[in-house]
């Protein structure tokens, strides 16, 4: 059976993803969708043939009924923050356009295991999960693989070392609340002697790296595009990888019916298990203030 993965925003971040797959061999069928018809297709035809000398990937411009089938169906439609809009303002806007297409993925692709990436991710995973009615391990929210990949390059470049050198998680909400997982952190295998003011400096680093980002282009697209193939390739591929990911708690750390960033086993069935690792103390608090922060939203839109 021919694997197809269905891409539902064709915008900045999910052409980055149709790219990156399609180039990475992972299925053997990818389909965009959006409601900016001639860009879509654009988008569609530009990949497809970057794709002549090395994939066998069709990748194409399609409609609902093409989804059908799907094995993945990654969420990207959605609006990003536009200057003097709130965090609450861009979930109300973006929670009512993902109703919409999780309603059709309900439809056209129940099978399917859903990666959410529309911001406020943690916010709108539990929308996609409550609209489609999925089990909570099919739907699965982007956000600390990304945190994480930009956590291992703040603390390679403060210690020096090769960022393949680093092993860090970054859990909690994809945003201001998110728990650098300190305690958990390994280099070259080892837990590094961190001072407070490093630990500080790898922070400050991490966020003035996003922020720098979307103040000089506008939109973060290649990383949220590697950060979204490790998880494809780890749930088509049965590779049991454990990455953190945003997913509906039933109680795990303390926390129930909030979708948020916990490392998590992902393989063909999507989330596999929920890892509770044991935190330390603070950081186990600072994930449940995040908890706290990702409901509020929650509960108005
Ligand atoms: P973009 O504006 O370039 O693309 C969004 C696309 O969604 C547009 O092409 C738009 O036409 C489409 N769209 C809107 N409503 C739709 C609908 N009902 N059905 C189908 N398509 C629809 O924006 P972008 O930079 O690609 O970002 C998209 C979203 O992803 C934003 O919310 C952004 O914040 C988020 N994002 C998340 C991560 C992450 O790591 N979680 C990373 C990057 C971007």
């Not at 200057?83 to 999780?102: E, K, Y």
């Not at 991490?206 to 720098?212: F, I, P, Q, R, V």
């Not at 992902?266 to 908890?291: H, I």
Request: one cysteine or more; aromatic letters at 4%.
């Amino acid at each position: 059976m021919k694997t197809k993965i269905a891409i539902i925003g064709a915008g900045r971040v999910g052409s980055a993803i149709a790219y990156t797959l399609a180039h990475k061999k992972v299925a053997d069928e990818i389909v965009l969708l959006d409601i900016m018809k001639d860009m879509l297709e654009g988008q569609a035809l530009d990949i497809a043939q970057s794709l002549a000398w090395t994939s066998g990937t069709r990748v194409f411009a399609g409609d609902y009924d093409d989804i059908e089938g799907s094995r993945i169906v990654i969420i990207c439609a959605g609006v990003g923050r536009k200057p003097g809009m709130t965090r609450l303002d861009l979930a109300v806007t973006n929670a009512s356009i993902v109703r919409g297409v999780a309603s059709s993925v309900k439809q056209h692709a129940p099978h399917a295991i859903i990666i959410t990436l529309t911001n406020p991710v943690d916010v709108i995973n539990q929308v996609v999960w409550r609209a489609t009615g999925f089990h909570r391990d099919r739907v699965i929210g982007q956000g600390g693989v990304l945190d994480s990949l930009r956590f291992r390059w703040a603390i390679s470049k403060t210690l020096k070392v090769s960022p393949s050198d680093v092993d860090a998680y970054v859990l909690g909400e994809h945003g201001d609340s998110k728990v650098l997982a300190f305690s958990k952190v390994l280099v070259k295998g080892k837990p590094p002697k961190l001072s407070v003011g490093e630990k500080i400096k790898i922070s400050e680093e991490l966020d003035a790296s996003n922020e720098n980002i979307i103040k000089k282009k506008g939109a973060t697209e290649f990383a949220p595009a590697q950060a979204v193939a490790r998880m494809v390739e780890s749930i088509i591929g049965d590779k049991k990888d454990v990455l953190p990911c945003s997913v509906v708690l039933r109680g795990e750390y303390g926390i129930k019916d909030v979708s948020i960033g916990v490392p998590v086993v992902l393989g063909r069935n999507g989330v596999e298990k929920v890892e509770e690792w044991a935190l330390d103390p603070s950081e186990l608090s600072t994930l449940k203030r995040s908890a706290e922060i990702i409901q509020d939203m929650q509960e108005k839109v």
